[in-house]
């Protein structure tokens, strides 16, 4: 275990009084609380700044590491001292001060119980409850999937400690019948299928939580779906019938003349299932311009910028 | 392999469901109740109420707030309602910016 100094992680002073200390933590958990944060490392940030508020606000094990850190910081300077006087020194100082600093917090936190193991997911404080782990976990499903009844596979590893507090991975595969109608985001209890309890104790919990996959096509928003429509500038101006897919299959949308960029059609109960009752799938029109010059059309634009008087631009001189 | 079905009755918690799951008093539920920390889904008393598995996500969430940084359970429940427009206002950005490419592709 590497040396920790606690007062740069909270960023104080050694001198720094308790109220000091508490303030310091308080500010550095907000930050990095990781039920707040969006911070990438956010949960490691939090559990060494918890590490260092326990230890830094209790006055006796304060005491305890201010020593350990001593000797750690006379320890650097002798060896820094012995580099710059003769080069090719070994590390012994910074390998004794991290052994004694190991010893000092698994006296403080236990070897097994530390809290901040770095293996462990997220459980703050909390001690070990009689009952088994729950486990959370992400489950991707595709939107078609979310239509209809589906069986899925899940599988996920249980971490557990042996007899030797050692921990042991088990890997756990099910088969789950996802109802037709979950949201984005919806989490599923599975009782009872998470770690195993200490003796009579319950199993802890499976818990799912539903995550959609992106798709090529559609974007979601609550229960509709959105689709962007590429329309040419002349069907867009005549109209026309365009074979538009859904999550199901395929369907026939008229596209009225004189229709515009950005405009919305609804296509009603073609969106995503939920309980009561399922969305409405809009298409979103796009006009899109022919990229390659086409030496038969140039002369047919031509003929309608000169007839026609539109002016997309009329309310500018407003 | 082990099959599971889920039923309707999965997808909801009595309120001794809820404490004995997320760790919590039923004084503590009724408190959180209060503040709209967690707001039954159906029911009229404690002996009715039902609870959705996102509200047993979001009473874990906010005692460990409470916890960690040991704040009043109103300054919890502000805090829990603004990550909640937070996230709403993210994948509101993220599905526009989505369309958006979507569009400009």
Redesign the interface.
């Known amino acids: 275990m590497n040396f920790k100094d606690y007062y740069m992680v909270l960023g104080i002073d050694p001198q720094a009084n308790v109220k000091a200390v508490k303030a310091a933590y308080?500010k550095l958990?907000?930050k990095y609380?990781p039920?707040?944060s969006k911070h990438a490392d956010a949960e490691a940030k939090?559990k060494e700044i918890?590490e260092a508020y326990a230890i830094l606000s209790n006055a006796k094990k304060r005491a305890e590491y201010d020593e350990v850190r001593q000797h750690h910081l006379n320890r650097s300077q002798r060896h820094y001292a012995g580099q710059t006087g003769a080069s090719g020194g070994q590390d012994w100082g910074q390998q004794e001060s991290d052994q004694e600093f190991a010893d000092f917090f698994n006296s403080i936190f236990g070897a097994r119980h530390s809290g901040f193991d770095p293996n462990q997911q997220y459980q703050?404080?909390?001690t070990q409850?009689a009952k088994g782990q729950d486990v959370e976990i992400e489950f991707p499903m595709f939107l078609e999937e979310t239509l209809v009844d589906t069986?899925k596979?899940v599988s996920f590893t249980l971490q557990q400690r042996d007899a030797h507090g050692h921990i042991v991975e088990h890997p756990k595969?099910?088969?789950?019948?996802?109802?037709a109608g979950v949201s984005n985001g919806?989490?599923?209890?599975?009782?009872g299928?998470g770690g195993p309890g200490q003796t009579k104790a319950d199993n802890g919990?499976l818990?799912l939580t539903i995550r959609y996959a992106?798709h090529p096509l559609f974007?979601?928003?609550g229960r509709n779906l959105?689709i962007?429509v590429p329309v040419a500038p002349w069907e867009a101006v005549l109209g026309t019938k365009v074979t538009l897919p859904t999550l199901t299959g395929h369907i026939q949308l008229s596209i009225p003349a004189n229709s515009q960029s950005?405009q919305r059609l609804r296509i009603k109960g073609k969106g995503l299932l939920s309980k009561k009752e399922q969305g409405d799938l809009f298409a979103?029109l796009?006009i899109v311009v022919p990229t390659v010059p086409d030496a038969a059309s140039k002369p047919l634009w031509t003929e309608l910028a000169e007839k026609n008087t539109f002016d997309p631009r009329a309310s500018w001189s407003k | 392999m082990l099959q599971i079905n889920i039923s309707e009755q999965d997808c909801w918690l009595s309120s001794d469901e809820l404490c004995e799951c997320s760790e919590i008093s039923s004084a503590l539920l009724l408190e959180l109740v209060e503040h709209s920390i967690v707001i039954p889904q159906e029911g009229e008393v404690i002996e009715q109420w039902q609870f959705s598995i996102d509200n047993l996500h979001q009473v874990k969430k906010a005692t460990r707030i409470q916890r960690d940084l040991a704040l009043e359970w109103s300054g919890i429940g502000l805090i829990l309602q603004l990550l909640d427009e937070r996230d709403q206002l993210e994948n509101e950005v993220h599905r526009l910016k989505q369309q958006l490419s979507r569009f400009k592709a």
Do not use: E
């Not at chain 1, 595969?173 to 109802?179: A, C």
């Not at chain 1, 919806?186 to 009782?191: A, P």
């Open positions: 308080k958990a907000v609380h039920d707040v939090f918890g703050g404080r909390q409850p069986l596979p595969s099910l088969k789950v019948n996802i109802p919806q989490r599923i209890r599975l009782k299928q919990d818990y992106p974007d979601v928003d959105t962007v950005g979103v796009k």
